[in-house]
């Protein structure tokens, strides 16, 4: 394939400061792939880390952003089999380092030696470089095969949806037939309503603050919405579940309060998922937790292989990431895309860019 020397990538140089610059165009390590980036998703993660920074991220002015991206494989390392030039992929974020305990046992996502380089983990767009730019290196076991009936843009929530089926890993995995609140109906919470219904969840209660949001859920399998800015979701969770509250509350919104209406929407010894990260530490009456004998889960991103797991419940179309999508821009105007994602401007949800145009 004919691969260019340089290409641009979107460079974080200070907080709030992400300039499109030319770099070169990474080489593939033995283990690793080349991908043409075709489709990188702006995140919530995303504006964390260009406003306030994450942990083990790259030295300023070498760090390439974008962590939920898709593409075609251009070039392998010397050691992949797995993948061809011209295999259409997804990427997921993380990689273990393959030889902590956490690894080990198959739980990488909380790798300890998160953002260790030379012990070999990675974060794509995190602890090293990722998906804004139009070519990345990926190592093999962060790459799926990307199904023929799946676009790219679509393929961007994959990460998201991996994670809410990590989440209901976590718990147990079997919801066939529970009652499951969602609560946040931002793109987790979404792809949480379908995958819940997809596992055989009888009732599915979706929360929100936003109706237009609650109405996309009830469109996506919700069978009750509630918002909270004009109803009380715990007596609407127990008037639809004849008091007894949900078997299963997937906590997807990140919100102050949460917390709180978790605990007391939860049916007693029912389990509680956080999918959400919070943007400073909340309060909660853990009490109602202990008293009740409810467990308190959570998840950090999309273990347990879920992404390609999520990609065949897409490919099986049980989920779709498609109405999720609401805008595209090219590379040029990342920073256009990311005042869209914040602001919610023209009721934006997923934001979409698009390296090669
Ligand atoms: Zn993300
Ligand atoms: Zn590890």
Redesign the pocket.
């Known amino acids: 394939m004919d691969i260019p020397k340089k290409m641009k990538a979107a460079v974080l140089y200070d907080f709030n400061d992400v300039r499109i610059v030319e770099r070169d165009v990474p080489e593939p390590g033995p283990e690793e792939v080349l991908v043409r980036v075709e489709a990188c998703g702006i995140c919530g993660t995303d504006i964390k880390v260009v406003t306030q920074g994450m942990p083990k991220m790259p030295p300023m002015g070498d760090f390439i952003i974008g962590h939920e991206y898709s593409g075609v494989v251009v070039k392998t390392g010397e050691t992949v089999d797995e993948f061809k030039e011209g295999d259409r992929v997804a990427v997921e974020v993380h990689k273990?380092?393959?030889?902590?305990r956490?690894?080990l046992l198959g739980d990488?996502t909380a790798?300890?030696?998160y953002g260790d380089l030379s012990k070999g983990?990675r974060a794509n767009g995190l602890s090293c470089n990722g998906g804004f730019a139009q070519y990345a290196v990926n190592h093999v076991t962060t790459l799926y095969h990307l199904p023929d009936n799946i676009s790219f843009d679509e393929s961007t929530i994959i990460t998201t949806a991996g994670t809410s089926i990590f989440g209901i890993d976590k718990v147990g995995g079997y919801i066939v037939g529970d009652t499951v609140l969602v609560i946040g109906p931002g793109p987790i919470g979404l792809m949480t309503v379908q995958i819940a219904k997809a596992l055989g969840a009888e009732t599915v209660i979706l929360s929100g603050t936003r109706d237009s949001r609650l109405e996309l859920g009830k469109r996506l399998g919700a069978d009750y919405t509630i918002n909270v800015k004009n109803e009380d979701v715990k007596e609407r969770v127990m008037e639809i579940t004849g008091g007894l509250g949900a078997d299963l509350v997937l906590e997807g919104s990140g919100g102050d309060a949460a917390l709180q209406q978790s605990l007391e929407c939860c049916r007693k010894g029912g389990k509680i998922c956080i999918l959400a990260f919070y943007k400073h530490p909340i309060t909660a009456d853990i009490s109602i937790a202990v008293k009740n004998g409810m467990n308190i889960y959570t998840v950090r991103g999309e273990g347990n292989l879920s992404v390609g797991r999520a990609l065949s419940l897409m490919a099986q179309g049980k989920i779709t990431g498609k109405p999720l999508h609401t805008h595209s821009f090219p590379l040029d105007q990342l920073n256009s895309g990311f005042k869209t994602f914040v602001e919610r401007i023209g009721g934006a949800m997923k934001v979409v860019i698009h390296p090669q145009e």
């Open positions: 273990g380092c393959g030889r902590c956490n690894c990488y790798c300890l030696n983990h």
